[in-house]
């Protein structure tokens, strides 16, 4: 090569790039809209097997491809939907379940009971890892399918758990079947709402109890979507109508479910209208998205509950009055207002508002602001003079925190300081080895629509988050009680009495509650969110 | 000639498994509870914890780890991500379009970066080159936290004049803004460095011969300063495209472009070890190679350069 050897090679190098760059991508057919199909930004889900999604991104995709037993009414009460009719007895502890008949999955196969049955023996089976795997929890032989590994973290592998299926469950016909709980728990309809109790088809299995390698990426479902393709990854999943769907039948004819790794990547095309919704406007575009927006900017109740535990392990935490104080002497409302934008909205209860049985403020004074009492109690009580808040400093907490740590100190006249962890399991790990590591940001979002969401996970001695140490025999008793109460009324009434005593207690100090704060495009109307923050495809369409 | 590139790349299967080694053991140290990091905020139950563990081995040592990843890498199996993907998968779904986007970046801030250089090389302290010196000085100063938010704004939503964001399977014309805003990382140094250069060039005895001989003008600076003007500048391209394809984190972020740079901020955020490793191993590879040519290219340009 000689002469003008680099000027063809600079141009060789070019034009490959350049073919590199323009040849695979086909932009041919994927910005192609059909007229009454709509489009809507989530983040890739974790999973899109029912009995394996805990996340409100794969959640929503699941609504769409799948129909549920039960659905919530604006009051969150459940009512019928694949199912006809759910009855149960005295005790609250056998119930039976008679599905709809006609219905059939999107590659044909008849729903049946077989087809539930088997789908929550996989999702129980221990060795599945399903991460929805608790909601099985409480049906009769639970137990049994799982397994401890005898070492712990240590090399030994764990042995098989004994059964593979769930003794609860059995079938009396092809549409009927019951479902046997190991206590009594008046709020089951509600916990079947879930993703996690999904029928899965025939189809889905490789062989008993295994599923298909590919079922995860192609899910055939129930609903009144089905895949088109294949989910791709980190791309958008697309779904269109079934024809002659039995259930209601949704207003659009098809959904791009379009994957964003960044809320302010989703924005910026929900403005250029290259996306017609997205439900979570981040809280750095807030200020300017009543402009961009206007009429299409909404909120809505969500169940998503924030608050600060008290590590009750350690001394200076141990009186509760402390621990009244330091609830006393936060302006929650100021922090609402200036640093989430109205974005959440301030919580003084201890369950979200969303579910029945919610008072507002039943925390009552101790989660009033007032400085001076606060003082007054916090001197009497000798509290401590080095106040630490610890968070994890992947998830926009610090601008919050270090607010409350100001107000604390204004207040009380002590020292408080926020202490980032890098992730929430680097937290939670300190929080279990009982490290000194002072209070602790928490939030909790809730699986079913009941107060018992709340009270047994947050609040009971074995509760599943109660990371911070909080025992009441007292309590722990009148949330079982309630769990097996007659009826859904007299069940509130008892978490009622429950949650008196959190207001006296105070485990926990009660932040702010979520909202639901989205977007839509021109294009489409009607958009509404569930307190699960998945829009409701049943009422979305395309505006005229 | 062949055996020098024989050579290399015999070196490269040792820094290979060094950089795969180094990364592993760095991924195993900073491993702290990644079945935790996986489910998010939620409570984990202690049979999942067992099942989890056991699927990726997590119970056993380092060197056992380490063994089970080499033994499938060595096999052509880059091992199951902790959200359960395979990752050759994703490294195929991933790696075109950071490729894409990086050579387009390369292309457009070598064409800028050398043509403007020559003519700032040429014409010193002409307003041209005060102007180019002014303009990459502020496109230097400004991190690209700033400047790609920024064009998104500016050109994408209030101009309109290019799509909005890219996405996977993004063509030329979706690439053309982020190639643009992550091409401005680089130009600034390789026109400095081509002005520079030519600059040197032009008082050299063999242009003063050329011009002496009465060839064109031309010909003096395409032929004779430029080609060897271009020696630096074609070191740097070299390692600016390792850089661009491993540092295009906020550009895919902004631009919603799931390559390279998404996949190692994901891996590393949920403690993926195997996912960074994996997507590391590729971009050592991409690095080796692009320098393997940056070197033979040298020799290219320059017929006093040879290999033995």
């Known amino acids: 090569m000689r002469g003008n050897g680099p000027w063809k090679m600079a141009a060789g190098v070019a034009a490959i790039a350049l073919l590199a760059a323009g040849c695979s991508g086909g932009s041919s057919d994927d910005d192609e809209t059909l007229p009454n199909t709509i489009s809507i930004g989530i983040v890739e889900p974790e999973s899109l097997i029912p009995s394996n999604s805990t996340e409100a991104n794969g959640s929503s995709v699941l609504a769409s491809l799948f129909y549920p037993l039960v659905r919530f009414d604006e009051q969150s009460n459940p009512y019928t939907v694949a199912a006809e009719a759910i009855t149960h007895d005295k005790a609250n502890k056998v119930w039976t379940i008679r599905l709809r008949s006609g219905f059939t999955f999107s590659n044909g196969e008849p729903v049946t009971v077989d087809n539930y049955i088997n789908a929550w023996n996989y999702g129980a089976f221990g060795p599945n890892a399903q991460v929805a795997s608790y909601f099985f929890s409480r049906i009769d032989g639970y137990a049994q399918m799982q397994s401890v590994d005898p070492d712990g973290t240590g090399p030994e592998k764990a042995p098989e758990p004994k059964a593979t299926t769930l003794t609860g469950l059995r079938k009396l016909n092809n549409l009927t079947f019951t479902v046997t709980l190991s206590t009594g728990f008046a709020g089951w309809e509600s916990v079947m709402g879930y993703d996690a109790f999904y029928p899965l088809p025939k189809a889905a299995f490789k062989s008993e109890g295994v599923l298909a390698d590919n079922f995860g990426d192609a899910p055939i479902g129930n609903g009144p979507f089905k895949l088109k393709g294949t989910w791709q990854h980190d791309s958008k999943i697309v779904v269109e109508k079934v024809a002659d769907f039995k259930g209601t039948v949704p207003k659009v004819d098809g959904i791009t479910w379009k994957i964003y790794q960044d809320l302010g990547a989703q924005y910026a095309d929900l403005v250029a209208g290259n996306l017609d919704v997205e439900t979570k406007i981040p809280i750095e575009s807030l200020a300017s998205a009543s402009g961009d927006l206007g009429q299409r900017l909404q909120k809505s109740p969500s169940s998503a509950f924030s608050f600060v535990g008290f590590p009750i392990y350690e001394k200076e935490y141990a009186n509760k009055d402390v621990r009244r104080a330091l609830s006393m002497a936060i302006n929650r409302e100021e922090m609402t207002d200036q640093i989430f934008l109205g974005s959440e909205t301030p919580a003084t209860s201890f369950v979200s508002p969303v579910v029945a049985g919610y008072r507002k403020n039943s925390c009552g004074q101790n989660c009033e602001y007032n400085p001076t009492l606060a003082k007054q109690i916090y001197t009497a009580a000798n509290g401590p003079t080095d106040i630490k808040i610890s968070y994890n400093s992947d998830g926009g907490h610090k601008a919050w925190v270090d607010a409350m740590c100001n107000q604390i100190k204004a207040s009380l006249g002590v020292n408080c300081t926020g202490s980032p962890e890098p992730k929430l399991a680097d937290l939670l790990k300190k929080v279990r080895d009982h490290k000194s590591v002072g209070m602790i940001r928490l939030a909790w979002t809730m699986d079913y629509p009941l107060m018992e969401n709340y009270l047994g996970p947050l609040y009971t001695t074995d509760g599943s988050s109660n990371f911070y140490g909080y025992t009441n025999t007292a309590f722990d008793s009148l949330v079982r009680e309630g769990s097996e109460a007659a009826t859904p009324q007299a069940a509130i009434k008892k978490w009622q009495q429950a949650e008196d005593i959190l207001a006296d207690e105070m485990p926990v100090l009660p932040l702010r509650f979520g909202q639901n704060v989205y977007g839509f495009s021109a294009k489409v109307t009607n958009v509404s969110m569930d307190l699960f923050q998945k829009v409701d495809i049943y009422k979305i369409e395309v505006a005229n | ?308």
């Open chain 2, 1 to 308: 000639m062949f055996r020098y590139i024989v050579r290399r790349l015999l070196q490269m299967v040792l820094t290979f498994f060094g950089a795969t080694f180094v990364v592993y053991a760095l991924m195993f140290a900073a491993q702290d509870d990644p079945i935790q990091a996986l489910v998010g905020e939620r409570p984990i139950t202690p049979s999942q914890r067992t099942a989890l563990t056991e699927r990726f081995h997590l119970d056993d040592n380092f060197f056992a780890q380490y063994w089970y990843y080499m033994k499938g890498l060595l096999t052509g199996d880059f091992g199951t991500s902790l959200t359960n993907r395979k990752i050759a998968d994703m490294l195929a779904d991933a790696w075109p379009v950071t490729l894409r986007l990086s050579l387009l970046a390369i292309v457009i801030a070598a064409t800028i970066a050398i043509l403007a250089g020559v003519v700032s090389g040429i014409r010193r302290g002409s307003i041209f080159d005060n102007a180019t010196l002014a303009i990459t000085l502020v496109v230097l100063a400004m991190p690209i936290v700033v400047l790609a938010p920024l064009a998104q704004l500016v050109f994408g939503i209030k101009l309109g004049w290019f799509p909005v964001t890219a996405g996977q399977d993004a063509g030329l014309w979706q690439l053309l803004l982020p190639a643009t805003v992550l091409a401005s990382l680089v130009v600034a140094t390789e026109l400095r460095v081509t002005r520079a250069s030519v600059a040197e060039n032009l008082r050299a005895d063999y242009v003063r011969t050329a011009k002496a001989k009465g060839l064109t003008r031309a010909r003096v600076i395409g032929v004779h300063v430029l080609r060897n003007s271009l020696i630096p500048v074609i070191t740097l391209i070299g390692v600016d495209l390792g850089a661009l394809m491993s540092g295009a984190i906020v550009t895919e972020k902004v631009f919603n472009i799931p390559g390279v740079g998404f996949n190692l901020f994901r891996g590393i955020r949920t403690e993926d070890g195997p996912l960074v490793v994996g997507f590391v191993s590729v971009l050592v590879i991409v690095f080796l190679v692009v320098n393997l040519i940056v070197d033979l290219l040298y020799a290219v340009l320059d017929p006093r350069i040879r290999y033995e």
